[in-house]
C-alpha cells in the first residue's frame, strides 16, 4: 500500500487511491465492497521495511520498489 501511495502521489492523485484498490475491481467483478479500512499515513523520512517476514509457512521476502517510502498503515512503526 504504501508504494501506491507513493506512485499515486508523485501523480498528483491521491484522491483516486481508494477507487483503484477497493472500489474498481469488486465494480468490475460484480462483487461486494469489502468494508474492512485501512488508514495510510505519510512520515517525514522513509519507513524502514524488514528485508523478510516470518509466516508459518517459511519467510517471505518484501518487495523493494528501489525509491524511499514515506507511506505506510497507520500504527505501524515507520
Given amino acids: 500500500m504504501g508504494c501506491l501511495a507513493h506512485v499515486f502521489e508523485q501523480e498528483d492523485a491521491l484522491d483516486r487511491l481508494e477507487a483503484f484498490v477497493s472500489l474498481n475491481g469488486p465494480a468490475f467483478y460484480g462483487l461486494p465492497v469489502n468494508e474492512a479500512r485501512v488508514t495510510l499515513q505519510r512520515h517525514d523520512e522513509p519507513v524502514a521495511f524488514p528485508e523478510k517476514i516470518e509466516t508459518g509457512d517459511g519467510p517471505v521476502t518484501v518487495f ?7 507511506w505506510n498503515l497507520a500504527g505501524e512503526a515507520g
Fill in 64 to 70: 523493494d520498489p528501489m525509491f524511499p517510502i514515506h
